[in-house]
């Protein structure tokens, strides 16, 4: 079964400083039916303005990975970690036991960056920090493992049986992956266009696939995607203060 959820059905918010599309119930958005899918429990698809951000707030018990599609974002931690984020990008915190950071635009240009919550296997951990960059080169016509807890070599490690693939797909090529009962994959479309197993979608489009056996997609013209494997398998966003962009 693939479940389709068009762009128009995204919920946008704009801040003014931030505006952002939530593919699942965050913050004041709340949709029962739209909690979770799988493990994967956010899916924010941010641009922020120059000059503002998100002040020091705090995270427990989550996997959180930010891929940044243009511009750049300077982040600080409680771990102390001071790092600048830009294309290319993955950046992975597991949040643990507990632990605070900010996310700001320091530069020029507006940041467009998705930014991606899924549960951990096992909660309890200490907090840690992970940032690698990848080249576009390296996900061209392929399924590239930018994020994994499924022992992928290169890919930035988190804490789940899940894995986040990014790909620039050839008008008229296709990637697949094996799926089956136990596994759940999220398509997020970026660009273009792409069927998956014959089921067309465009820019802004997700694709949500349960009980199938395997996934092709395939690309009518150059396209763009995201697609995470998360296991099938519960939820907190930022407070009004934090979305008010405001130093703390």
């Given at each position: 079964?693939?479940?389709?959820?068009?762009?128009?059905?995204?919920?946008?918010?704009?801040?003014?400083?931030l505006k952002t599309y939530w593919l699942f119930s965050f913050s004041d958005y709340y949709d029962p039916a739209n909690i979770q899918f799988g493990a994967l429990r956010v899916y924010n698809d941010d641009v922020v303005a120059p000059g503002t951000g998100?002040?020091?707030?705090?995270?427990?018990?989550?996997?959180?990975?930010?891929?940044?599609?243009d511009g750049e974002m300077t982040h600080a931690d409680s771990m102390g970690n001071r790092t600048v984020i830009g294309p290319g990008d993955v950046q992975r915190m597991s949040a643990g036991t507990g632990l605070t950071h900010s996310e700001f635009n320091l530069a020029?240009?507006?940041?467009?960056?998705?930014?991606?919550?899924?549960?951990?296997d096992q909660r309890g951990l200490a907090?840690?920090?992970d940032q690698?960059?990848?080249?576009?080169?390296?996900?061209?016509?392929?399924?590239?493992?930018?994020?994994s807890g499924q022992g992928h070599p290169g890919a930035v490690?988190?804490?789940?049986?899940?894995?986040?693939?990014?790909?620039?797909?050839?008008?008229?090529?296709?990637?697949?992956?094996?799926?089956?009962?136990d596994r759940r994959l999220f398509l997020?479309?970026?660009s273009g266009r792409v069927a998956a197993n014959g089921i067309r979608f465009g820019p802004g489009d997700q694709g949500r696939v349960d009980l199938e056996a395997a996934l092709e997609l395939r690309a009518a013209a150059d396209s763009g995607f995201v697609l995470i494997d998360v296991p099938s398998c519960r939820?907190?966003?930022?407070?009004?203060?934090?979305?008010?962009?405001?130093?703390?």
């Open positions: 079964m693939i479940q389709t959820v068009s762009a128009e059905q995204r919920h946008f918010s704009d801040f003014d400083w998100f002040p020091t707030h705090p995270h427990r018990e989550m996997e959180i990975i930010t891929l940044v599609l020029a240009a507006p940041v467009h960056f998705h930014q991606i919550w899924i549960y951990p907090p840690t920090y690698r960059r990848f080249e576009p080169a390296e996900w061209r016509d392929r399924l590239l493992p930018v994020a490690t988190f804490h789940t049986d899940a894995t986040i693939y990014r790909c620039d797909l050839s008008a008229g090529r296709a990637v697949g992956l094996p799926a089956g009962e997020y479309v970026t939820g907190w966003g930022y407070d009004r203060k934090t979305l008010s962009g405001a130093r703390a």
